[in-house]
């Protein structure tokens, strides 16, 4: 099928079925915009009833053009395009865009209709968009392609623009022309019958014109394979192409009810970030964000530091894009003194020298050019912002031309933010038509470039291998088989320490007590002080039911705390079969993270880490990542969650072990990938010690699917 894609984006000929006569229809409008659009190609126009449309010889069928045809655009009612995609499977048309709706997206007759689509598609090798689907848009000189029904053709550009709301993706279209900005290629999904984004990605992988990619999404068809796909796209550091989504459905209902602490937390949003994050991929909150960030992917190199410099002629605006820089992860720039001694020479002794420069409110041209041209060659600078405010001596169309000039050849990113609309609009202007990416404000300046930076960072980044652990798989599955056959799907946690030691996890010794005889005899063994816990496969939650006893330092403690915590467990949960209790060896003492997993039907095992303890779910300061998870990748989770500093180590305590924790988390993402059955792990607390001590996993459950 996708071997057929180039007769979707570059056909020779183009056959449009259910052509029309009537104005203001879509089959009409598709008309008009191809021939408007200059298409190079042949145009036959389909329709039984009509000679011509637009002075263009029609055909009643596509099996009565006497020519080779590439692509077929139907517009016609859902029901007869069954009928019509077997004729072109029979004429030999590789290509197909549906524009009709009446499919899946109404349930009912729509879903067999759709069906019966896919299975003839799949018959004769047809490279299908749509259906319900706006259309297909190619601006490239070699195509000139407008089949779909939006109002005009943008400008030919490097950005691929991949949309599931055909709707949206006008709206797009039309603010990207009053930005300048212009595509590569355009496309509508519509209901992904064919063709789908990760298709559609690994064709633009390969496309010459294509410089960044950016999405509309609402699902995946495949995020698994979304995500080798776009691994693959961003792993590529001599072919970097940036893709750039937006994902809406953020506040969608909420996950499911879970078992676990990490079924709880993960929900379909968080399923989406792990994905992007985990492949590389810029998700935008805004259009306008999407829109910002690609328009500086597409003209600018990719910053190999964070390093900025800002250039500004007023002292307000500098500062505000200072906060805004350090708020994204940028550093200001400390310039080299011979830069400094270079910007004396021409600037007012009034200008501050140091970053962020100030040329003063009554710079002109020259200031900017000097500043702009010593800057650029600082060694220490990775980055630049050149910021300007229309004041009353402000050259501003030659400031434009002045950065426009300076930029030229450059191997740094410039991002220019001139504040204001009208009196600004002129320079504006020349910068978009010089392709140097232009900001109202200088946050959307700042968080840009911080965009590209952390890519940059993404990209360039040596890569790690999936680290594969030896385990005794066949002992874990020996346990995960007996509760299966016992009708459980809980594993209390002696019985997940059983699955968790086979892969080799940092386990504390602990004995399963039925009495409490067996449970002091347990206790004097291990040496005290140790802690209690029940055990029952209908207790998931312990400490709701008050079974969990801590620093027992007795063997009469042991005894009293055995009969206090019966007595709970019968008021608390009296249908509960109870095993007896969970003796077990105490933890040193160090900080709690908790490191978990869920299995997901579309993305699969979802590894989740964060600070741990009984208020997770109410912190909600975790991670995800998608399994198998990289060694690396397991370090940025650790880095990632807002808490990361207590493990680095504060108010006078010792830096954590976070390889130690990374470990776990690899070890869970190995599990997770050869004991299928498994549908949700919870290892909290996990209690992690002091650099090169290790750590300890102090409690855990396992859920089966």
């Given amino acids: 099928m996708l071997e057929n894609a180039d007769k979707v984006f570059y056909p020779k000929s183009i056959a449009l079925i259910g052509a029309s006569t009537k104005e203001n229809t879509l089959s009409r409008t598709i008309f008009t915009n191809l021939i408007e659009g200059g298409y190079k190609g042949i145009l036959y126009p389909v329709n039984p009833k009509a000679e011509s449309i637009l002075g263009v010889k029609c055909y009643p069928s596509v099996t009565s053009i006497p020519d080779s045809v590439d692509l077929a655009i139907i517009v016609i009612p859902s029901n007869y395009i069954p009928a019509s995609l077997e004729e072109c499977g029979k004429k030999g048309i590789k290509g197909i865009i549906i524009i009709s709706a009446g499919f899946k997206e109404v349930g009912g007759e729509g879903v067999v209709l759709e069906k019966q689509v896919v299975e003839i598609i799949k018959k004769y090798d047809m490279a299908l968009i749509g259906p319900n689907c706006l259309g297909v848009i190619n601006p490239d000189s070699k195509s000139s392609m407008n089949a779909a029904f939006g109002k005009f053709m943008p400008k030919p550009g490097n950005i691929a623009f991949i949309t599931q709301s055909g709707a949206l993706g006008t709206a797009i279209l039309d603010y990207a022309k009053g930005l300048n900005i212009g595509f590569s290629k355009f496309v509508s999904m519509g209901n992904k019958a064919g063709l789908k984004e990760m298709d559609l990605l690994k064709y633009l992988k390969d496309d010459p014109v294509t410089k960044v990619i950016i999405m509309y999404v609402e699902d995946m068809s495949n995020p698994r394979e979304f995500l080798k796909v776009a691994s693959e796209i961003n792993d590529d550091v001599n072919n970097m192409k940036p893709i750039v989504a937006m994902k809406s459905g953020r506040t969608a209902e909420g996950a499911k009810a879970a078992s676990s602490h990490t079924g709880a937390l993960a929900g379909s949003d968080e399923m989406y970030e792990a994905l992007f994050n985990q492949c590389g991929v810029i998700r935008a909150n805004t259009v306008e964000e999407l829109l910002d960030v690609s328009l500086a992917f597409a003209h600018m190199p990719i910053p190999r530091g964070n390093r900025v410099c800002i250039v500004t002629n007023a002292g307000g605006p500098g500062i505000m894009t200072t906060d805004a820089a350090i708020k994204f992860g940028l550093q200001l720039a400390k310039l080299d003194p011979a830069t400094i001694t270079e910007l004396r020479k021409k600037l007012p002794p009034t200008s501050n020298f140091n970053n962020p420069i100030d040329v003063i409110g009554d710079a002109q041209h020259d200031r900017y050019e000097w500043a702009l041209e010593h800057i650029m060659k600082d060694k220490n600078v990775d980055c630049v912002i050149v910021l300007l405010t229309p004041q009353s001596v402000t050259d501003v169309e030659e400031i434009a031309t002045s950065v426009v000039k300076c930029v030229k050849g450059t191997k740094i990113p410039v991002l220019a933010c001139f504040m204001g609309i009208v009196d600004v609009s002129k320079g504006i202007d020349i910068l978009k038509e010089n392709n140097i990416p232009v900001y109202r404000f200088p946050e959307e300046a700042a968080m840009t470039m911080s965009v590209?930076?952390?890519?940059?960072?993404?990209?360039?980044?040596?890569?790690?291998?999936?680290?594969?652990f030896k385990a005794d798989k066949a002992a874990a599955l020996k346990v995960i088989e007996k509760a299966k056959k016992d009708g459980r799907k809980y594993l209390p946690e002696l019985e997940s320490l059983e699955v968790f030691n086979a892969y080799g996890f940092p386990t504390l010794k602990s004995f399963l007590c039925p009495t409490s005889e067996e449970a002091a005899k347990r206790a004097n063994e291990i040496g005290y002080p140790v802690v209690m816990k029940i055990v029952s496969p209908d207790i998931i939650h312990k400490i709701d039911v008050k079974g969990v006893k801590v620093g027992l330092e007795s063997e009469l403690e042991v005894k009293g705390a055995y009969a206090e915590m019966m007595q709970n467990v019968k008021i608390?949960?009296?249908?509960?079969?109870?095993w007896g209790v969970n003796i077990q060896q105490c933890a040193k003492r160090g900080e709690e993270v908790i490191v978990g997993a869920k299995r997901d039907d579309s993305f699969g095992p979802l590894i989740m880490f964060g600070l741990g303890g009984s208020f997770v779910e109410v912190m909600k300061d975790v991670s995800f990542s998608i399994a198998p998870v990289r060694l690396s990748m397991a370090q940025k989770m650790i880095r990632s969650v807002k808490t990361y500093k207590i493990l680095e180590g504060v108010r006078g305590k010792p830096a954590c072990d976070t390889d130690a924790i990374a470990d776990c988390i690899c070890r869970l993402s190995q599990l997770m990938m050869e004991c299928e059955d498994i549908a949700e792990v919870?290892?909290?607390?996990?209690?992690?010690?002091?650099?090169?001590?290790?750590?300890?996993l102090a409690d855990a459950r396992i859920i089966l699917k």
């Fill in 452 to 468: 590209m930076y952390k890519y940059g960072q993404n990209v360039f980044a040596p890569k790690t291998e999936v680290i594969q």
């Fill in 572 to 578: 608390l949960k009296p249908e509960a079969k109870i």
């Fill in 682 to 696: 919870d290892m909290n607390p996990i209690i992690v010690h002091a650099k090169g001590q290790g750590c300890k």
